[in-house]
């Protein structure tokens, strides 16, 4: 498990700078201003900051660049990273720049000489996001991250602050982790294990087996994993922070811990890629995980459908006609279109047991996605106009991309069967929309909702502003910030 950077806030003390080893931070405005702490700096180093900020390369860096220079004279330290950010950032600037700095820093130490810096705990959470490696599996790589120290006026202000942060840095660190772990390590049961251990954090957490989901006639997720050697589970975590019986919000995830495609084998090119199909439900995790850390004062639950999609003499075939715990029949044209047949499930299964306020699925559900919007923005869709605004807003102010796609009953006849209530794929034209549609039927007409199709933006192959290339947690900032500006007010 990777764990964030510890982060401090403390006192600044000149005298201590030239002294500070490894990796030094130190900001100088756009204009070429050296504040108290840079002063210092320019002075151990007998001007040499000065010279940097008067020349061309400061001057075409951009707001929140950092530049390196590396065995700055008169100082213990190796690094001496200058950042051009104004003592009154953006909050954009002030992430960027923290991101930078998050990227340089690795798993080393990094000393942080920000003063009176308005915005500096957006530039100390971008700087920890930035920071992660999954390295989990490399041998020669098993450094623990040091810690990250910011030199502040007034320290105290602060405090309170570095929990925040890391509550929501620990949340994506863990989306990014579960994303990450190939389909050996991570099975469903070891999913649900890692699900478990959460509750030391406070949240209840319940595991549903073949035999309760079979109970419960969730068919469609069943006929999924039926051909895995993974038993396929359910979990639900429970987050009480609220006023005890309001409604919750629920958030559901797509699980699917390997999607090989079933008997509509997915080609060899690529495949492995589908280790992360369980990003949806990784999203799902992370956020639970934040709001638990950081006790917040809302109510919301998250359950995850956990199967894996192995061709086998037991899978489902094309063909095959399932029904499920609503009670309306689907007939399985494609075993490849697996994800909306766990969800299906689940979401009937979440709106049944908690009476939700609302409902929010996350899920890698189509390639078409990609297609539409690339890996900058996740499809959203939804039949509530406020939420869906709500919840763009809070992606927006996260900079995690976000773009409305159409819900539309004109879509339905691509879902139409022969035999069956609807079959699970609607054809080449709007792919993600007609998963949308198929989801949809699984909803209640009054109860407000969201998809996000996040096929495109859960794992990325080149860095991103706060993740190195991989898995981004995209999402976890964005919905713990709908949690707190629209549930806990
Ligand atoms: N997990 C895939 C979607 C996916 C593709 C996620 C690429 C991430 C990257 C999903 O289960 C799938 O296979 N979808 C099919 C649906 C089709 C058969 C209707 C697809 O998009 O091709
Ligand atoms: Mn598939
Ligand atoms: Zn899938």
């Known amino acids: 498990m990777t764990s964030p950077a510890a982060l401090h806030f403390t006192d600044v003390d000149l005298d201590e700078i030239g002294a500070m080893t490894g990796r030094v931070a130190v900001f100088v405005s756009e204009s070429g201003k050296l504040d108290q702490t840079a002063r210092r700096v320019n002075r151990l180093t007998k001007g040499a900051l000065e010279r940097f900020a008067e020349s061309a390369a400061f001057n075409d860096m951009a707001p929140g660049d950092t530049k390196e220079l590396a065995y700055p004279t008169g100082m213990v330290a190796e690094w001496l990273n200058v950042v051009k950010l104004d003592r009154k950032p953006t909050i954009e600037a002030a992430r960027k720049a923290g991101a930078g700095l998050g990227k340089a820093k690795g798993a080393d130490a990094l000393h942080v000489l920000a003063g009176n810096l308005k915005q500096v705990t957006h530039v100390a959470l971008g700087a920890t996001l930035r920071a992660y490696a999954f390295t989990d599996h490399k041998t020669a790589d098993q450094t623990a991250m040091k810690d990250t120290v910011f030199y502040v006026s007034d320290a105290k202000a602060l405090e309170g602050e570095a929990a925040a942060i890391t509550a929501v840095a620990e949340g994506v660190f863990m989306t990014r982790d579960l994303t990450s772990e190939p389909a050996n390590v991570l099975t469903t049961t070891e999913f649900a294990n890692r699900l478990e251990a959460m509750s030391d954090l406070g949240l209840k957490v319940t595991v549903l087996d073949e035999p309760e989901l079979e109970t419960l006639g969730m068919r469609t997720l069943l006929s999924v994993g039926q051909g895995s050697e993974s038993p396929s589970k359910v979990v639900v975590m429970e987050w009480q922070g609220g006023t ?8 559901v995830g797509k699980g699917v811990v390997f999607d090989t495609g079933g008997i509509s084998l997915k080609p060899a090119a690529g495949m492995e890629d589908m280790t992360m199909d369980m990003g949806g439900a990784g999203v799902v995790a992370g956020v639970m995980r934040t709001l638990a850390l950081r006790k917040a004062k809302a109510n919301v639950v998250g359950l995850v459908g956990l199967v894996e999609n192995m061709p086998d003499g037991r899978a489902t075939r094309p063909g095959d006609v399932v029904t499920s715990m609503k009670g309306d029949t689907v007939e399985i044209i ?42 900058e923005m996740a499809g959203v869709f939804s039949n509530n106009d406020d939420l869906a605004g709500q919840f763009l807003n809070a992606a927006k102010a996260e900079g995690e991309g976000a773009w409305r796609l159409p819900l539309d009953p004109a879509y339905d006849k691509q879902l139409k069967s022969q035999i069956a209530d609807m079959k699970n794929v609607g054809g080449r034209p709007a792919g993600s929309i007609t998963a949308a549609q198929f989801l949809q039927r699984f909803v209640l007409d009054d109860m407000p909702w969201i998809h996000l199709d996040i096929a495109g933006v859960a794992s990325v192959k080149s860095d991103t502003a706060f993740a190195p290339k991989g898995c981004t947690g995209w999402g976890v900032r964005a919905l713990d910030r709908l949690v707190r500006d629209t549930i806990e007010g």
């Open 334 to 375: 494609n075993t490849d279109a697996e994800g909306r047949l766990v969800l299906a499930d689940v979401l009937w299964y979440a709106q049944e047991k908690f009476e939700p306020r609302g409902v929010i699925d996350l899920a890698t559900l189509t390639g078409a996605v990609i297609i539409g919007l690339g890996h």
């Open 244 to 251: 005890v019986g309001d409604a919750p919000l629920a958030l």
